[in-house]
């Protein structure tokens, strides 16, 4: 028994000899240190594999607490692939069309960059010769540092054994003070040397690419800020004085009043076009079950390109529809994908040309200044996917807040839910840089989707016609019970020829509670009993939101809503396996 348990506890104190499928025979580094703290590393092993194997994967380690590591300039004698992954740059060597077995030998070489140093009271350089995570036995070690300056002999310490260990090896120092070399024989499976030197605070002072470029997204995220705040100084409108008017402006449709008021045609518009057409004679709406059935009465003439594409949407199939057949027909999206668009080219004229060209050019500003950002952030990290990582939720978080149909409530929690779930992983990926590398543009994408919009100016007409559809929302807002009795007395159905307009500027409600003591009659285009606004909004809300309609713009709208160091704590590491 005893014989057996002797056995076993030979067999276990072999396992991590038989971790992986070869020896390392020689493992050589070389590095030069330059005064920015990047170094280039070239490293020779010599391997044995005791099994075929089709190559090693050198695995570099350039995620720590705190630190990012830059690996570039990846090449070597047999590199057959590298990925970027988790933390670790893994450098493919061999064949994968052939197996080795015996003797072989591997060369690498490639940039390493820590960036600038951590410490406020002294600089330092902390390495890895010799990661704890190579899994095979290594017979020969031998290394060589050279610094860009003199070091203090005393300040050099070497370090080995398994991760966290104190024990030390002899380390030399040329006479000039500037390299740093050593060499160590039979080092067991998962076992580290660690070089670790102390210098003066200066020591190093360059600034290398990796630090240079860590300020890149800092800079280009000022300078889109300079620019955006210029351009709103430069760009927004004068204040418009709206004396209260008591009709729409001549020949605008509601469409028209809500882009001319908004800056945007939302679905509130799809809704209150159905009313309009019904109230200027082109159709009737007749209750049909938990829907509505529209008959076309005459082709329209003068309300205007976009509503003659309304039109044609709205009844796809010749002179009768229903909300089934919208639904099939995809109205909503039809809707959302055309009027919008006639709108804009129909009331052009409102916005002065050159204030257009300097919102265009300020548009371009931010998504070069991001994309520069983005691409920056991607090389710091060691991961170039983060770049698209870091550009997408950037142009989401752009266009979320700069679209003037989006709710309130749907901006914060866009605004949050990018904070939380993109930003603070993003940032502990980059350690230390989060402050200069991925808040800065965020916060510019944030303060150019407030600029970029109010940078574009009405022309002397859009000034005029604004002043005239704010004066009309006025009358809507404030008019007073007695005046409307009047104007109901003279024109019965008064109601219905401002309840469009009431809606696109989401007063609905508070139009139709300024009724409620004015008895208004059903109109003869509506074939029901009784034509009742708000039952009428809420049957017609539950057949746009199945058709994939655009949200409506927040903000209480009454509206049809879809809705000395220790061995292995240096940096770099990672070791290396067979595959």
């Known amino acids: 028994m005893r014989r057996a348990i002797l056995v076993l506890l030979a067999i276990i104190s072999l396992l991590p000899l038989a971790a992986e499928s070869f020896t390392m025979e020689r493992y050589a580094v070389d590095m030069t240190v330059s005064p920015s703290r990047a170094a280039s590393v070239h490293e020779e092993m010599d391997v044995f594999f005791t099994s075929p194997s089709h190559g090693i994967i050198r695995d570099i380690q350039t995620s720590f607490p705190g630190v990012k590591a830059r690996v570039s300039s990846i090449r070597g004698n047999a590199v057959a692939e590298t990925e970027r992954s988790g933390g670790f740059v893994s450098v493919i060597m061999g064949d994968a069309d052939r197996y080795i077995e015996g003797p072989a030998s591997f060369t690498l070489s490639y940039g390493y960059d820590l960036g600038k140093d951590r410490y406020p009271d002294y600089d330092e350089y902390y390495y890895n010769i010799v990661s704890p995570a190579w899994g095979t036995v290594i017979r020969d070690v031998e290394f060589t540092v050279r610094f860009p300056y003199p070091v203090d002999r005393d300040r050099v310490w070497l370090t080995y054994g398994p991760d966290g260990s104190t024990a030390m090896l002899p380390v030399s120092v040329s006479e000039d003070g500037c390299t740093v070399s050593g060499r160590y024989s039979g080092l067991p499976p998962y076992n580290a040397i660690t070089l670790r030197v102390e210098m003066d605070e200066g020591y190093f002072d360059g600034m290398g690419p ?25 760009g927004r409108d004068e204040k418009v004085i709206a004396p209260v008017k008591f009709e729409p402006p001549a020949g605008i449709t509601p469409f028209d009043a809500e882009y001319i008021y908004r800056g945007a045609v939302t679905s509130d518009s799809a809704a209150a076009g159905l009313i309009y057409l019904a109230d200027k004679g082109y159709m009737s709406i007749e209750p049909d079950g938990r829907g509505f059935r529209f008959h076309r009465k005459k082709e329209i003439s003068g309300e205007g390109e976009a509503m003659s594409h309304y039109s044609a949407a709205l009844f796809p199939n010749g002179p009768e529809s229903d909300t089934k057949m919208l639904r099939l027909s995809r109205f909503a999206d039809v809707f959302s994908a055309s009027i919008p668009r006639d709108v804009a080219a129909g009331l052009a004229d409102i916005y002065d040309a050159s204030s257009i060209k300097v919102q265009r050019m300020a548009l371009a500003a931010a998504a070069a200044f991001s994309a520069i950002s983005s691409l920056a952030a991607g090389y710091i990290s060691g991961e170039p996917m983060l770049a698209l990582f870091m550009a997408v939720p950037l142009f989401m978080l752009y266009m979320v807040l700069s679209s003037r149909t989006t709710p309130a409530a749907m901006r914060i929690f866009i605004t949050i839910f990018l904070s939380v779930f993109i930003i603070m992983p993003f940032s502990m990926l980059l350690g230390t840089d989060t402050a200069i590398v991925a808040l800065p543009p965020y916060l510019a994408a944030i303060f150019a989707a407030f600029a970029i919009p109010r940078c574009r100016r009405y022309s002397d007409k859009g000034r005029a016609l604004r002043a005239a559809v704010i004066g009309y929302r ?23 020829h401002v309840l469009p307009y009431a809606m696109v ?75």
Request: glycine share 14%; proline share 5%; hydrophobic share 35%.
């Open 505 to 579: 500027f989401g007063l609905a409600d508070r139009w139709c509670d300024k009724f409620r003591s004015i008895s208004v009659p059903t109109p003869d285009w509506y074939a029901g009993s009784c034509f009742s606004y708000r039952p009428f909004r809420s049957q017609w809300a539950s057949g746009y939101s199945s058709m994939h309609a655009p949200g409506s713009t927040g903000g209480g709208r009454s509206t049809f809503r879809g809705s000395s160091g220790s061995a292995g704590g240096g940096f770099s590491g990672g070791g290396g396996r067979s595959w």
């Open 210 to 234: 990796m630090e240079a470029i860590r300020f890149i997204p800092l800079a280009s995220s000022v300078l889109m800020a300079a620019i955006m705040l210029l351009v709103y100084i430069r």
């Open 474 to 496: 006025e009358f809507i807002d404030k008019v007073e019970a007695d005046r409307i009795r009047r104007l109901s007395d003279s024109d019965p159905l008064f109601f219905y």
